[in-house]
């Protein structure tokens, strides 16, 4: 079907559009026509993933055009295997955090102008194959979760948005300083990703690894590195809970997939030279990351830091080099998102009801929140990485291919997963468990709550019985991207 991506990249600012047109005070209409065009984004990438050719290694669904030509720029689209997840997780939490938008009362209509903005920003991004319109729609990012933090948010909400601009813009500049660089390095001159990929990995050892750290920097950032990660418990704190949930399962993404778009292709040699330092990276985020987080006594911010130490995984697969890596780094990123989207949720279900996230005011919820209790203790199991659930493939597959080259590392980070197993057993018993407090009246999640979450639950239960409803779709992408080095 002829411009498929590109309706799915821009339906959601064709939703902006009509929203703008919609009276302020009509704040049914809004929600419910912005709750229509992100359904409309999910049917579509649905329909992609069904016509999507599973036995083809390259690029499907391309559309391309001049831009720019006096400097070789096109608006260039496509998706393969690394991608296709990735844009199917950010529609699916597109729409189901527009529909938690309950506690959104004030600026409504603002409110959701500024989300549509960042879902076409978010699906551009992974679906650019220019990497100038790749850095358009990955700024295109920045701006509105900086008002959807900083207007939305917390008391904190301001310091937690300008942390979060000031880190994000440093990775920013650092890549189109690293984007020009690679234009001018290469010959012929371009930004089209996929000529780049058979070019690039033609310039000297020095050059490649001058460009890597660049790129690495900025995607670093994002994803976030341990110590680039300080902005991401701010931010998750002082968010709304849809905006939290977009937050982890989807921004945090648009790194680790730079790391598989651009730095792996572009500069194997680079790659191979700084693997133990990813391979380090990614062993620091799982032990840290946990540790961290054991050290919280806000709810949302234990859940911030455990995906610091899932996003170590998602490193430690990328410095792999092989499938078994490979596989598991990409498979971990749909699960984290899928997983640590549901666990930011269930937070915003006790803190409707208590106004307070500290764990202090929790506790005894099994006995009085029967629903709520089942659905945290099932996302848990699944965060710890329990088998059969979707969590362990994804760990299991990246702690493999690493040992395979580092095999020091691959037992440090397994001993680090224990950390990881008890951190949130501990999480469980504090929530759940104990003598209920008398001062809040609780009351057990509604159907809409119920609702949101179920998509969550069996997507966790069907990736992690049968991997390969994911892994097909991505095994060929990753072998061509092994074999290329």
């Given at each position: 079907?002829?411009?498929?991506?590109?309706?799915?990249?821009?339906?959601?600012?064709?939703?902006?559009?009509?929203?703008?047109?919609?009276?302020?005070?009509?704040?049914?209409?809004?929600?419910?026509?912005?709750?229509?065009?992100?359904?409309?984004?999910?049917?579509?990438?649905?329909?992609?993933?069904?016509?999507?050719?599973?036995?083809?290694?390259?690029?499907?669904?391309?559309?391309?055009?001049?831009?720019?030509?006096?400097?070789?720029?096109?608006?260039?689209?496509?998706?393969?295997?690394?991608?296709?997840?990735?844009?199917?997780?950010?529609?699916?939490?597109?729409?189901?955090?527009?529909?938690?938008?309950?506690?959104?009362?004030?600026?409504?209509?603002?409110?959701?102008?500024?989300?549509?903005?960042?879902?076409?920003?978010?699906?551009?991004?992974?679906?650019?194959?220019?990497?100038?319109?790749?850095?358009?729609?990955?700024?295109?990012?920045?701006?509105?979760?900086?008002?959807?933090?900083?207007?939305?948010?917390?008391?904190?909400?301001?310091?937690?948005?300008?942390?979060?601009?000031?880190?994000?813009?440093?990775?920013?500049?650092?890549?189109?300083?690293?984007?020009?660089?690679?234009?001018?390095?290469?010959?012929?001159?371009?930004?089209?990703?996929?000529?780049?990929?058979?070019?690039?990995?033609?310039?000297?050892?020095?050059?490649?690894?001058?460009?890597?750290?660049?790129?690495?920097?900025?995607?670093?950032?994002?994803?976030?590195?341990?110590?680039?990660?300080?902005?991401?418990?701010?931010?998750?704190?002082?968010?709304?809970?849809?905006?939290?949930?977009?937050?982890?399962?989807?921004?945090?993404?648009?790194?680790?997939?730079?790391?598989?778009?651009?730095?792996?292709?572009?500069?194997?040699?680079?790659?191979?030279?700084?693997?133990?330092?990813?391979?380090?990276?990614?062993?620091?985020?799982?032990?840290?990351?946990?540790?961290?987080?054991?050290?919280?006594?806000?709810?949302?911010?234990?859940?911030?830091?455990?995906?610091?130490?899932?996003?170590?995984?998602?490193?430690?697969?990328?410095?792999?080099?092989?499938?078994?890596?490979?596989?598991?780094?990409?498979?971990?990123?749909?699960?984290?998102?899928?997983?640590?989207?549901?666990?930011?949720?269930?937070?915003?279900?006790?803190?409707?009801?208590?106004?307070?996230?500290?764990?202090?005011?929790?506790?005894?919820?099994?006995?009085?929140?029967?629903?709520y209790a089942f659905f945290l203790t099932f996302m848990a199991l699944a965060s710890l990485g329990l088998p059969g659930l979707s969590g362990f493939v994804g760990e299991f597959l990246?702690?493999?291919?690493?040992?395979?080259?580092?095999?020091?590392?691959?037992?440090?980070?397994?001993?680090?997963?224990?950390?990881?197993?008890?951190?949130?057993?501990?999480?469980?018993?504090?929530?759940?468990?104990?003598?209920?407090?008398?001062?809040?009246?609780?009351?057990?999640?509604?159907?809409?709550?119920?609702?949101?979450?179920?998509?969550?639950?069996?997507?966790?239960?069907?990736?992690?019985?049968?991997?390969?409803?994911?892994?097909?779709?991505?095994?060929?992408?990753?072998?061509?991207?092994?074999?290329?080095?």
């Amino acid at each position: 079907m002829p411009h498929l991506l590109t309706l799915i990249i821009f339906l959601p600012l064709a939703g902006a559009l009509a929203i703008a047109m919609i009276p302020s005070r009509q704040v049914q209409l809004i929600r419910t026509t912005a709750l229509i065009f992100n359904g409309a984004v999910l049917a579509a990438v649905t329909l992609v993933a069904v016509l999507f050719d599973r036995t083809g290694a390259g690029m499907q669904f391309m559309e391309s055009q001049a831009w720019i030509p006096q400097v070789s720029i096109q608006y260039s689209v496509g998706v393969d295997g690394i991608s296709l997840a990735l844009v199917f997780l950010t529609a699916l939490l597109g729409f189901l955090a527009c529909f938690a938008t309950t506690m959104i009362t004030k600026r409504v209509k603002e409110y959701f102008l500024v989300y549509q903005v960042l879902m076409t920003g978010m699906l551009g991004t992974f679906l650019a194959l220019d990497l100038v319109v790749f850095y358009i729609f990955w700024e295109t990012v920045l701006i509105p979760m900086f008002f959807l933090i900083g207007i939305w948010g917390g008391a904190r909400r301001e310091y937690a948005a300008w942390k979060f601009f000031f880190y994000t813009l440093a990775g920013s500049v650092v890549m189109l300083l690293a984007i020009v660089g690679i234009y001018f390095a290469v010959a012929p001159h371009t930004f089209n990703m996929m000529e780049l990929a058979h070019t690039a990995p033609l310039l000297s050892a020095g050059l490649q690894g001058a460009l890597f750290l660049m790129f690495f920097f900025a995607f670093a950032v994002k994803i976030p590195v341990f110590p680039f990660h300080t902005w991401l418990p701010d931010a998750h704190v002082e968010a709304p809970t849809p905006v939290s949930v977009i937050l982890a399962g989807v921004l945090l993404k648009m790194g680790t997939y730079g790391l598989f778009r651009v730095c792996v292709p572009f500069f194997p040699q680079a790659l191979m030279t700084f693997a133990w330092l990813l391979g380090v990276l990614g062993a620091v985020n799982l032990i840290y990351g946990a540790c961290a987080a054991f050290a919280q006594t806000d709810f949302k911010k234990m859940i911030a830091y455990s995906s610091v130490s899932h996003m170590g995984f998602v490193l430690l697969g990328v410095a792999a080099m092989n499938s078994a890596g490979f596989n598991g780094s990409i498979l971990e990123m749909f699960n984290h998102g899928i997983i640590t989207g549901a666990m930011f949720l269930l937070v915003g279900v006790v803190y409707e009801r208590a106004h307070t996230r500290e764990f202090s005011a929790f506790g005894g919820l099994a006995s009085i929140m029967p629903r709520y209790a089942f659905f945290l203790t099932f996302m848990a199991l699944a965060s710890l990485g329990l088998p059969g659930l979707s969590g362990f493939v994804g760990e299991f597959l990246s702690l493999a291919g690493i040992f395979v080259i580092f095999p020091k590392l691959a037992i440090i980070s397994a001993v680090g997963l224990i950390a990881v197993v008890i951190l949130f057993l501990v999480m469980v018993r504090k929530v759940l468990w104990g003598k209920p407090r008398e001062r809040i009246l609780w009351s057990d999640m509604n159907a809409g709550e119920v609702a949101v979450l179920i998509p969550l639950c069996i997507l966790t239960l069907v990736v992690g019985f049968y991997p390969d409803s994911i892994l097909q779709f991505q095994q060929q992408a990753v072998d061509m991207l092994v074999k290329a080095l």
